[in-house]
């Protein structure tokens, strides 16, 4: 199936695709012309400090819980074509979590692709629901996992998925611990980024 822009918009609209789009505003338009946005939003630009990623990114949370997600509920072959066309069209930041259950579509449909041309992000999930199994291993288990499942050698950015505890630095410290253990064996970044809105940034 061939992909237009338009198709690609609207089919991740209704597949629960979610686009951050960090491009700057438009200049103010004026009568008759066609507005146009000042950047290139599939420009590499920084993320934080160590990394760089497209300005727009792509990502699979949509009604994520449960290991499932608006993209996932359509199936592996629409998810791959998603995912595809989005690498074709210049994205190069794809944001996963194990809540979504995303991680074996996004490794489908970029194999083949250099692996350094692209930044994978994803998320360890500690809360009691929200997952089928009632058990929640450590960050490092969860992590070693999700580097099966995305078929790579190394995440460039690993958060602890949705903290709203004020103490979460505290509670969440020996998993924090733990992520950085990882990254002395270069599974993830050496580098620690900064923290931001509960979760831990690596990379």
């Keep these: 199936m061939r992909y237009t822009r338009r198709t690609f918009l609207s089919e991740a609209a209704v597949g629960g695709t979610g686009l951050v ?3 700057a505003s438009p200049a103010p338009v004026i009568r008759g012309e066609t507005p146009t946005i000042s ?3 599939t420009a590499i630009v920084p993320l934080g400090k160590h990394l760089k990623a497209s300005r727009i990114g792509i990502g699979f949370g949509m009604r994520g819980y449960n290991r499932e997600s608006n993209l996932s509920r359509r199936g592996l072959d629409h998810a791959e074509r998603v995912v595809r066309y989005a690498y074709d069209a210049g994205i190069r930041f ?13 490794a489908r449909a970029l194999r083949g692709k ?5 930044v994978l992000s994803t998320k360890v999930w500690f809360h009691p629901t929200g997952l ?13 996992r999700f580097l099966k499942e995305l078929n790579t050698d190394y995440i460039d950015l690993v958060q602890i998925h949705c903290m709203m505890n004020g103490e979460w630095t505290q509670t969440m410290r020996r998993q ?7 990254k002395e064996k270069g599974l993830l970044p050496r580098r620690l980024g900064p923290r931001g809105g509960g979760q ?3 990379g």
């Design 21 to 23: 789009l960090g491009v």
């Design 39 to 41: 950047r290139d939003p």
């Design 94 to 106: 794809f944001d996963n979590a194990d809540l979504y259950g995303s991680h074996q579509y996004v």
């Design 114 to 118: 250099p692996r350094d041309s692209y």
């Design 132 to 144: 089928p199994e009632k058990e929640r291993p450590d960050a490092d288990v969860a992590v070693r």
């Design 176 to 182: 924090m611990d733990l992520l950085e253990e990882l």
């Design 200 to 202: 831990v940034r690596l």
